[in-house]
């Protein structure tokens, strides 16, 4: 495969609406997102804007939150009670093709590919298999960038 | 302040040897610059670009490899043996004036700026004042962008 734009770093938080604070009041950011539930992956999750050069495109911040009955979220909480750096989320164009191609390299994809946060197909895949980092890999929006 | 550009997201590895074929042959990187000591830090880093829509100024992984003595990174990696998100890098125009500000709003900034490995002035901040995350501050290099 050919290494997609990133789209967003997964930040876990105990609270979205502290989040929001901190990012807009000490960070700066200017494009907070509205907060919204996942209901199928167990968050609520809310994206913040960085800038680039050309105002474009920058990768998001995507702040997670456990929902009640969250297990995997909640126990990353339970060892970084601040929250912390979650995931990395790469693009792809094809999220099947992804998911057959890290498959045939031996990586585990966690899970069959399904609708993330941006509303297109994602999956998962080991951290254990990608040094130690929880990837996300997401299909590019139709008609974005 | 103003948020700024998401310079990188640091990933420390066991072998930044590994993690360049990692990078090339799993995740399709195309742009991976020379692997170079920062002795002062105690690390050896390499910097892997991210693709953008206009080609400029992807969000890149800084790969962090302790050198002999480290003890932060050599501890981050006894932790997660292999390797992991370490911190995110957003940019300020000036390095005084962004410590000031963090320090006037109570956030522990680790030591004096130093030149980090874009060769412009850096310093970090405790991940307990940052929401668990450690946040390099790093002055964008004049005439860059």
New interface residues.
């Given amino acids: ?6 789209n967003h ?1 997964g ?3 105990p609270s979205i609406a502290d ?1 929001i604070v ?2 807009r009041e ?5 494009k907070i997102h509205e907060p919204f539930d996942l209901p199928e992956q167990g968050v609520k999750v809310c994206f913040v804007d ?5 105002g ?4 998001q ?1 995507e702040l997670i939150e456990p929902l009640p009955g969250n297990t995997s979220i909640a126990g990353f909480l339970e060892k ?6 979650h995931h ?1 989320c ?1 693009e792809v164009p094809d999220i099947h093709a992804a998911k057959a191609e ?1 498959e045939a ?1 031996g ?1 585990r994809v966690l899970g069959e590919p399904r609708i993330g946060a941006h509303g297109t197909p994602i999956f998962f895949v080991h ?2 298999d ?4 929880l990837t996300e890999i997401m299909e590019t929006p139709k008609g974005a ?1």
Avoid: C, E, W
């Fill in positions: 495969m050919k290494l997609g734009r990133l770093i930040v876990a938080t989040s901190f990012y000490v960070m700066g950011a200017t960085t800038p680039t050069d050309t474009l495109n920058g990768t911040i970084n009670p601040a929250g912390g750096q990395m790469y890290f390299m990586k951290p254990k990608m040094g130690g980092v960038h």
